[in-house]
């Protein structure tokens, strides 16, 4: 509560405090709590995209360097994206790193000494490129990370629960399908290849008979599967 200042100065008026919402499995780190102790009003939610939403229209997907490497890895990084970009159009990839070990700055990104800096830089690259609206955003610490939110949502809607919980759902149970029919590596093969996404995917794969079938399709024949989902 604050006080009025209107004359007499006795009345008071409800202050709104600023809204994050979090997926619960992000309660594990202390970035909720440093938020919360920043005076942001933190709702946990079970998330299918993203892992804080801080307006209607703003995703955030946080990522540690090792959580980085091995999303990119298994390709669960596009399908993240992929998801943020269809359902909100300010995507944000935002990457932790540990500000006690070295690193440098290589074109746009902030990237570790050690030798798989290149292959990070590349897939990252790729994954801008595919994705023009999401904003890759380098944070030395879950500190700066919560001074970082606190500015983004500065004269910002704030985000509802039950739209971002509701966000996803319908994919996650085409996925769920997909997982109990499919073997799991040709999914994620047949999900990295062009014009695949999370709409086309599961008809593409009940209309394959097997990998070798999909790979041997004409151009032809894909643009029918296309035209009949």
């Not at 394959?208 to 999909?214: I, N, V």
């Amino acid at each position: 509560m604050k006080k009025s200042t209107r004359a007499g100065g006795g009345d008071v008026e409800p202050v709104t405090l600023p809204k994050i919402i979090v997926d619960m499995r992000e309660f594990r780190s202390e970035l909720p709590s440093l938020l919360y102790k920043r005076g942001i009003d933190i709702e946990p939610v079970t998330l299918q995209v993203g892992d804080y939403i801080l307006s209607p229209d703003m995703c955030v997907e946080r990522k540690s360097i090792s959580d980085l490497i091995g999303s990119l890895n298994s390709g669960r990084l596009y399908t993240q994206a992929l998801s943020m970009t269809r359902y909100y159009s300010k995507p944000i990839l935002l990457i932790e790193f540990d500000e006690k070990k070295p690193f440098v700055l290589q074109g746009r990104y902030y990237l570790s000494t050690d030798e798989s800096s290149n292959d990070i830089r590349s897939k990252l690259q790729l994954l801008t490129l595919h994705f023009p609206r999401l904003r890759i955003v380098w944070s030395p610490s879950p500190f700066s990370t919560a001074q970082l939110f606190h500015e983004l949502k500065e004269g910002k809607d704030e985000p509802s629960a039950a739209a971002a919980a509701a966000v996803g759902n319908e994919d996650a149970h085409l996925e769920d399908e997909r997982l109990e029919k499919y073997n799991i590596e040709i999914q994620d093969f047949v999900a990295k290849l062009p014009g695949v996404n999370s709409k086309n995917v599961n008809h593409l794969l009940n209309k394959g008979k097997s990998l070798p079938h999909l790979l041997t399709l004409s151009r032809k024949k894909y643009q029918k599967y296309w035209e009949t989902v």
